[in-house]
């Protein structure tokens, strides 16, 4: 089952770092996914401004959540 998680910096903020936590598991969480949140498509897209995690689990139980580290444009 994919599930995902995001975190998001408050207005005018920009993303410097992000990542996640578990919580409880049950069954090992394969992270497919793991990056910052780009204000637009493709490589110019300008700063981050969130976080988000993409993950599998074979069983339900538990969790994990994004958090990110933000930082005043």
Not at 18 to 42: F, M, R, S, W
Request: net charge negative; glycine share 20%; aromatic share 6%.
């Amino acid at each position: 089952m994919g599930v995902q998680s995001v975190a998001r910096c408050r207005p005018g903020d920009v993303a410097t770092g992000g990542g996640y936590d578990t919580v409880g598991l049950v069954a090992p969480l394969n992270v497919i996914e793991n990056k910052p949140i780009p204000t637009g498509p493709g490589a110019q897209s300008g700063p981050a401004t969130g976080w988000v995690t993409h993950a599998s689990v074979g069983v339900l139980g538990g969790g994990f959540r994004a958090y990110v580290m933000c930082d005043d444009l």
